[in-house]
């Protein structure tokens, strides 16, 4: 079963408002990241988080993790048209945690009207 | 210092036809992973292999896939037989060490279409 459930799984807003997607995983992680894919493209990396740390950011970009609660959110501020794309979640559970890559969750589409 | 390359971009195959998807890592990187991608759905992790060695297959189907990651040259992941639920893009990935702590860097994808 998907490690990260990403929600909502699509999202639509103005430019110029915040984005909030928030993913959710199962089991015990070294790290939690996010990436973001552009349709028909490879999926680029835009932030990993340890499990030891509880907020971190990057430019427009802040993403916390709350590892009581096994969830993570990331936050988009400020948004702009190219921030239309898919954004995932992905864990790294570590040796004995499953499979020895991340484990993806299946995405929230965010769709930024101009 | 050039990406992570996959070739072919598109590959259409008949059924019963075999696919060969390619992966050169970046530039230093000894550990490739590949995933797979239906329509709307999140990466499946299949294989991960450094140089010359498979160290987990467990997202791979049992049979028809194969990877391999030789001492030279690019990763290959390999279907036999295909079927038209083979069709997905197939997403090539590496790092310089293992996921523990380090981001992955993707390749484009090979869109596999099978007729």
Redesign the interface.
Known sequence: SQQGEEDPQALSIQEGENATMNCSYKTSINNLQWYRQNSGRGLVHLILIRSNEREKHSGRLRVTLDTSKKSSSLLITASQAADTASYFCATDAGSGGGADGLTFGKGTHLIIQP | NAG?M?NPRHLVRRRGQEARLRCSPMKGHSHV?W?RQLP??????MV?LQKENI??E??MPKERFSAEFPKEGPSILRIQQVVRGDSAAY?C?SSPA????E???????T?LSVL
Not at chain 2, 40 to 45: A, D, S, T
Not at chain 2, 98 to 101: A, Q
């Open positions: 992570v996959q992973y995933y709307e759905e999140g990466l499946k992790f991960y160290i987990d467990s997202g997403f990935a293992g996921v523990t702590n981001k992955l860097f993707f390749g484009s994808g869109q």
